[in-house]
């Protein structure tokens, strides 16, 4: 199965920016459809973003509490996802986790997770 490594959480003030990233092993990153989810303190993890595959034209779907605030992207080059997150809010603060969909049958990996704190 595909491996998958988060970076670039951290600290940040309300209103201030993050950018995270999840790097991916595996020989197919292109087939798979990648995300971001989150799981903020005493909350159920919840799908953030997601964007398909190339062969489905890497459509992006975000949940409604982060449109207009945050962007995923990905570098087929470099078997990359990012998570560009501006606006930042303490709704924000949570472990943020890259998941990876297998196409074939649909088994979805999961990083370890990185933590972003949003506070003043």
């Known amino acids: 199965q595909v491996q998958l490594v988060e970076s670039g959480g951290g600290s940040v003030q309300p209103g201030g920016s993050l950018r995270l990233s999840c790097l991916a092993s595996?020989?197919?990153?292109?087939?798979?459809?990648m995300a971001w989810y989150r799981q903020g303190p005493g909350k159920s993890r919840e799908l953030v973003a997601s964007?398909?595959?190339?062969?489905?034209?890497?459509?992006?779907n975000y949940a409604d509490s982060v449109k207009d605030r945050f962007t995923i992207s990905r570098n087929n080059a470099k078997k990359m996802v990012n998570l560009q997150m501006n606006s930042l809010n303490s709704d924000d603060t949570g472990v943020y986790y890259c998941?990876?969909?297998?196409?074939?049958?649909?088994?979805?990996?999961w990083g370890q997770g990185t933590q972003v704190t949003v506070s003043s």
């Open positions: 998941t990876a969909k297998n196409p074939f049958n649909n088994f979805q990996s």
């Open positions: 964007i398909t595959s190339v062969t489905t034209g890497g459509g992006t």
């Open positions: 595996g020989d197919i990153f292109t087939l798979y459809t």
